[in-house]
């Protein structure tokens, strides 16, 4: 950050974290209380005249923050609300000046770069995409957590490699890539180079860096559902695309999981998506249908299953499941029947008991309070 | 005034079809809107405050010359509305007096003529000339009358008695029912019929009783209950001594010395009901009554003259067609004329209610405006969705009962053709304004929302979900807050910052919850307002609006 301000003459530098990470704040403070008594920040870095210091300002915690114009806006003291561009923040940024805003992981590569030297750092990664990344790993995944790739690995590579592949023994299915606002790519293109332009061909971004891995068990329509519940929330209100849009998936993918789904819902979802993309002011909106678009893209089958057959193929979405409880293996213990919120389950003790499909909600309570694994899905 | 002049007149002839959808009919009854409506007229010119709504600037139609052929309720709404837009307006009229059938066709008694006249002399203040006694094809063709002008509008009416169709109307003694309620014949000592069940009927009933019948007989083939007659005219009718003969159809006229002396008439019964859900009416094989009399007024309908419009292109009804611009089209259209607009019951479905025609009229003067602005014309703005008042709960609202008019008793206002209806009072006025529910949107005539949507020819409702989960009202100083309105725009938060400095209203809430509140929803956070109303006019819908004091 110091080279960047000293490379444009900046005085005031910020960082903008999470109130809700305190422990960055903590370890940031101490770090910035250590380079003040080092002499590397303040009114005569390391003696040279030039003088720069940076704050930490504490953001209340929306995601639209780290949009660049709203993050400008919250440091300013305002409502975090994007702003037209342009002027970029490169002409008007905080308070109108001319700013430089860039990522951590940004800057990191920055430091690194000038002390190995750019042909280094671009010896690693692919034609378009130069250097490392950071991944968040996550899902049901065998090993997660934060790892630095040198660009230009394949997915597989990654999670099958580097994460050991799925947890459980169950099957792959996918991969959501680049967090709530990325999408969704399948088993076939797991072969995808971690590369800007290869993810971007899939609908996906490299985005945050979130690698959130799905097996067999995940329900596609709900994982959209579960991503737009959470950009419809943290819409900030400003353009009507985003923040009606947002809500009115998200009403539609309900009623898609809970069996209500009409026909012609798939083509109204992707209609509403392009009419977000084109229309939403900032980088929320203009990426939150993504999740939507891939999961129809390449997962199809599950909105039809779900829409027609009334049917949820990995049987996550509780209103459309079923369950039954197989004779052979009841004990008849009655445990089931008392876990059973709406009181479905009925049977004599010692005789096997029965479920009634008409008031099953499809809770799996019994499933779970089954220690016979007599209790499955239908 | 804002839609037309004829406020006074309108609100004591109007049949009011907007009280059968007022939604105070869902509490306990409707509001008295036409009685009010007169009222406010009244009131206003016992005030001398009767005076015409301010001028239209946008689009203005001055050194536009428009002729109007007619002066009834149609023509003068026309030339009201295009005067108000500075054109230079002309209004034919075939009778000595303006006013047309609210002149010759509502009896004194419902509408007095001097009520009437301060209406038309305020339009004639307006530099509107009146040219009476013309009849086109007697005085000048209507092509003569489209060289004189830049446009000009046909509103002639409907002026002649729809005939029975049964032998021996042609005979002295049987009138039309508008031709009687025109010449006012005095019918000392005579014996009555008026065919039909409409409201010309009841005019016409009870108008031979103030001319002097003996016995007045309303002959109608339906049952009361099918009257298409006001309840509240076929009540007076009788309380003034008018005699019903229901399920009666006349079929012969005949005569006595030439003229007429009794009426055959074919018993009838209801029988299965028409597509309109009207039981229709069929005969009772032969049963027949003869009923004697000297006089039969047929008041079964009107329909329109078209001498001297043979030009125009008609409809299958003999009607003048006009198009949804209220454009009519001559039949060899010659280069270089001024066009021609119709409106009224001359036009398309003919003959209906005074304030239909002024509806028509009100929509014609802005068509021509459209015209002369090089605009195309698009009538009303309609509605999106209405919510349906049978899932409104309306038991929240204390019962009131409606204020009606006091009305003089019947014996002494069958001798005379003073009106009936005193009116309401001020203070019956007040409590009946008070009884508004305030169901409309103040802001629909400028909702740019609506105007966008038509525009835009969106499909609203194929998206709808979840509303706006907003409190209904809040008081803000004296501007008031309709948060289902609202749709988040951020112009009056803009406004209030960037133009009027002040800031005292933000956004709260992220996303769909959006709300518009003072700053942290503080009611104390507004004290600071100046009242600058910019946020009340920057709103596209009608979400703020500025309470009176």
């Known amino acids: 950050m110091l080279i960047a301000a000293y490379a444009i003459g900046a005085r005031d530098a910020f960082v903008y974290v999470r109130a809700e990470y305190p422990l960055a704040i903590v370890r940031l403070e101490k770090a910035l209380a250590d380079a003040r008594k080092a002499g590397i920040l303040g009114q005569s870095v390391l003696g040279s005249g030039f003088a720069c210091d940076i704050r930490i300002k504490a953001g209340a915690g929306a995601f639209v923050c780290g949009e660049e114009t709203a993050l400008i806006e919250s440091l300013e003291g305002s409502r975090g609300m994007p702003r037209l561009k342009p002027p970029f923040p490169a002409e008007k940024g905080y308070l109108n000046k001319p700013s430089n805003i860039n990522n951590v992981e940004t800057f990191a590569n920055v430091a690194w770069i000038i002390l190995n030297g750019g042909a280094k750092f671009a010896a690693m990664g692919t034609e378009n995409s130069k250097g490392t990344k950071v991944f968040a790993l996550t899902g049901k995944i065998r090993r997660g957590g934060l790892v630095e790739i040198p660009m230009g690995l394949t997915l597989r590579e990654v999670i099958f490699g580097i994460g050991g592949g799925i947890r459980d023994g169950k099957r792959f299915k996918a991969v959501q890539m680049g967090g709530p606002s990325g999408g969704c790519i399948p088993e076939s293109l797991l072969d995808t180079r971690i590369d800007y332009k290869e993810l971007g061909a899939t609908g996906a971004i490299m985005g945050s860096g979130g690698m959130v891995v799905m097996d067999e068990t995940t329900c596609m329509v709900n994982m959209a559902k579960f991503f737009l519940d959470f950009t419809a929330r943290e819409s900030c209100g400003k353009c009507v695309h985003c923040r009606i849009g947002t809500r009115r998936l998200h009403e539609i993918l309900t009623r898609i999981t809970e069996g209500r789904g009409k026909e012609g819902d798939v083509e109204l979802l992707e209609e509403l998506c392009r009419g977000i993309k084109d229309g939403a002011l900032c980088g929320l909106g203009q990426t939150a249908p993504n999740p939507v678009l891939t999961t129809i893209r390449y997962f199809r089958d599950e909105y039809d299953a779900h829409i027609c057959e009334r049917r949820c193929p990995a049987g996550e979405c509780a209103a459309l499941r079923k369950f039954w409880i197989d004779p052979a293996k009841c004990k008849g213990c009655g445990a089931c029947a008392r876990k059973c919120p709406v009181k479905a389950i009925s049977g004599e003790p010692r005789s096997p008991y029965a479920i009634d499909s008409a008031k099953c909600i499809g809770c799996g309570s019994c499933e779970g309070a089954c220690k016979f694994g007599a209790v499955s899905r239908v | ?549």
């Open chain 2, 1 to 549: 005034m804002e839609t037309f002049p004829l406020p006074a007149s309108i609100g004591r002839v109007c049949p009011h079809p907007c009280e059968r959808k007022c939604r105070r009919g869902k509490v306990e009854s409707p509001i008295s809107i036409a009685a009010l409506k007169a009222f406010a007229a009244d009131e206003t010119r016992r005030r001398g405050e009767f005076a015409a709504a301010p001028a239209i600037a946008e689009p203005a139609l001055a050194g536009k010359r428009v002729s109007i052929v007619g002066g009834g309720p149609a023509g003068l709404t026309c030339a009201y509305q295009l005067a108000r837009r500075g054109a230079k307006v002309k209004v034919y009229d075939q009778m000595p007096e303006m006013g047309g059938m609210l002149r010759y066709g509502i009896p004194e008694y419902r509408l007095p003529k001097a009520v009437l006249k301060a209406e038309t002399d305020l339009i004639a203040s307006m530099g509107v000339e009146f040219v009476n006694g013309f009849k086109i094809g007697r005085d000048a063709k209507l092509a003569d009358l489209r060289r004189e002008c830049d446009a000009l509008v046909v509103a002639n009416g409907a002026w002649r008695s729809s005939p029975m169709r049964i032998p021996g109307e042609d005979l002295e003694g049987v009138l039309g029912g508008i031709d009687f309620l025109r010449e006012k014949p005095r019918l000392d000592g005579r014996t009555v019929a008026v065919v039909g069940g409409g409201n010309t009927a009841m005019d016409a009933c009870r108008t031979a009783v103030r001319l002097g019948a003996k016995a007045v007989y309303v002959v109608y083939r339906r049952t009361r209950a099918e009257m298409p007659a006001e309840e509240i005219e076929i009540v007076e009718a009788e309380e003034e001594g008018v005699s019903f003969k229901f399920l009666r159809n006349p079929v012969e006229i005949a005569a006595a010395d030439g003229r007429v002396a009794a009426m055959k008439l074919q018993v009838m019964k209801l029988g299965e009901p028409d597509e309109k859900g009207r039981r229709r009416p069929v005969p009772v094989e032969g049963e027949f009554e003869e009923l004697k009399l000297d006089t039969v007024i047929m008041a079964i309908g009107q329909k329109n003259d078209p001498a001297g419009f043979e030009q125009l292109v008609a409809t299958d009804r003999g009607t003048i067609a006009a198009d949804s611009a209220y454009r009519a089209a001559f039949k060899d259209e010659a280069p270089g004329l001024a066009p021609v607009f119709a409106c009224g019951d001359a036009v398309n479905r003919g003959a209906g209610i005074a304030i239909q025609a002024i509806a028509q009229a009100k929509e014609t003067a802005e068509s021509i405006a459209a015209h002369f602005a090089g605009r195309a014309f698009e009538s009303g703005l309609g509605t999106i969705s209405a919510r349906d008042p049978e899932r409104i709960d309306f038991s929240v609202y204390e019962k009131k009962p409606r204020e009606t008019a006091a009305v003089r008793p019947a014996a002494e206002r069958r001798a005379d053709f003073g009106e009936v209806s005193k009116g309401l009072t001020a203070e019956q006025a007040q409590a009946e304004a008070s009884r508004c529910l305030k169901c409309g949107c103040h802001d629909y005539q400028d909702c740019k929302l609506i105007r966008y949507a038509k525009a835009l020819k969106t499909d609203v409702l194929r998206l709808r979900g979840e509303f706006h989960p907003a409190e209904l009202e809040t008081k803000l100083v004296s501007i008031e807050r309709n948060q289902r309105k609202c749709i988040a725009c951020n112009l009056c938060v803009r406004v209030c910052e960037e133009q009027a400095k002040k800031g005292l209203i933000g956004l709260v809430g992220r996303g769909f919850t959006t709300v518009i509140r003072p700053e942290f929803r503080d009611p104390a956070a507004v004290a600071g307002c100046a009242e600058c109303r910019l946020c009340v006019d920057a709103c596209p819908t009608g979400a703020l609006r500025l309470l009176a004091k």
